[in-house]
């Protein structure tokens, strides 16, 4: 009888520090709510990582981006101009607020924005541009604040997937006006759920905390000076997400291997695949390992995905863009190429520290079968 190989699966957290021994102090003291030590250590230590004055703590990465937008004073008949080829929540983030966002194209290389695309989007009711560090490599930043300091814009980092990303040396949160992170189950860091905003604006940070706790006066209980919202995350999740941070370094370092394993274990496949490139101003950490399709591969990128499933490999097709799902394809008012090749070709292969060599020597072999 074949040996059952197992399955590798295309996310999996690395809890491997003391993430146990922080929860069950949150247990043994009760402090299992939105108060408690681990929430200001976690906040005070992200900020300390990221370079920045203030982290602020949310109960997910797409609240905190919201909550930034509100902070930042967006309103209806504004614009954003946003990536199309992003995770949607943060085309929908601007939704929330009753602003419009605006598509822009990509870059072809690391799938980030194309900076060359943004200033010919901006119209009277432009307010902001929200590049996105897409898989973990960071977007070409100082053309686009160059962009946004003449025109008077804002500038949000969806840094969701990027925890440790560096551009030009620097890390990612504190490259705009606000940097947004996402702690999902399956990021570089994890909290379970949960998110942070990062600044180095004093009222901007005064505000998003008073937006955050329902828009309760913080010198004043139960006095509701704004309609907030309830944003905040728990001792629990902030207890699990400092253990995560004490070891990012650690968290970093296996993503990096992995994608190593992968550049070698992938020449195999010619160009048969494109693999992810790293531009000389980038430090990628490699939220997803992501390959393109060759030009002359004859399947399609979804078959080429049922096919490794069947071989017990899990993988992820690359975001669609914005302008072909239903809530924001009537945005669409030019063709995006890019955005509809990266999106048609792109695939993420599994990615996390408890792969192993093994396990990626497997893949690629597995991909190889599957193109030959």
Known sequence: MAETL?????????????????????????WISSGGRFITEFEKS??????????????????ALHLALVA??????DEVI????????SAN????????????????????IEPSDIEALITPNTRGIMP?????HPADMDPINAIAKKHGLFVIEDAAEAVGAKYKGRMTGGLGDVGVFSFFGNKIITTGEGGMVTTNDDTLAETMRLYRSQGMDPKRRYWFPVIG??????????????????????????RRRVA?????????????VILPVVEDYAEHVYWMYTIQLGEGVSKSRDQVMLDMDALGIETRPVFHPMHVLPPYEHLKTRELPNADLCAGRGINLPTHGLLTEADIDRIAAALDQVLA
């Open 82 to 89: 946003v990536p199309s080829l992003t995770y949607i929540a």
């Open 229 to 254: 919202f309830n944003y905040r995350m728990t001792n629990i999740q902030a207890a699990i997400g400092l253990a995560q941070l004490e070891r990012v370094e650690h968290h970093l370092e296996g």
């Open 93 to 112: 983030a601007v939704s929330y607020c009753g602003a419009t966002p605006v598509l822009a194209e990509n870059e072809t290389r690391a799938f980030n």
């Open 260 to 272: 190593a394993l992968y550049d070698k274990a992938l020449e195999r496949l010619g160009n048969r």
């Open 6 to 30: 197992p399955r590798i699966s295309v996310a999996a957290p690395v809890l491997d520090g003391r993430e146990r021994e922080y929860v069950n102090e949150c247990l043994d003291t009760t």
């Open 72 to 77: 930042l004073n967006l309103k209806p008949g």
């Open 132 to 136: 996105v560090h897409l898989y973990g």
């Open 46 to 63: 992200f900020a300390d990582y990221c370079g920045v004055k203030h982290a602020i703590a949310c109960n997910n990465g797409t609240t």
